[in-house]
């Protein structure tokens, strides 16, 4: 089993910044991928961003240039920084990981991220 805790989430004003981390403990896997997916009401989960265990990254268009995904691999955690951020940023950010054998993830229990006009 894999256990996944996030903090760093809260409420920010507009152009604000925020840091979230994935704190990943359990079963883990040198080959990996920590995503970081978001879900605002009344609409579907999806991905902001996510890297591999060698550093690839995957952003969304409507975070590129905003928000960087990190990891450290001596501590099993990955990072979303999030600089300028927006209303519509405004979400349950979840974290989400895999291993590379898996055929699903493991999800966290998502934090609130609330970006005031």
């Known amino acids: 089993q894999v256990q996944l805790v996030e903090s760093g989430g809260g409420l920010v004003q507009a152009g604000g910044s925020l840091r979230l981390s994935c704190a990943v403990s359990g079963s883990t896997f040198s080959i990996n991928t920590i995503g970081w997916y978001r879900q605002a009401p009344g609409n579907q989960r999806e991905l902001v961003a996510r890297?591999?265990?060698?550093?690839?990254?995957t952003y969304a268009d409507a975070v590129k240039g905003r928000f960087t995904i990190s990891r450290d691999n001596t501590k099993n955690t990955g990072y979303l920084q999030m600089n300028s951020l927006k209303p519509e940023d405004t979400a349950v950010y979840y974290c989400?990981?895999?291993?590379?054998?898996?055929?699903?993830?493991?999800w966290g229990q998502g934090t609130q991220v609330t970006v005031s006009s």
């Open positions: 890297i591999g265990s060698g550093g690839t990254t």
């Open positions: 989400y990981y895999r291993r590379n054998y898996d055929s699903g993830g493991y």
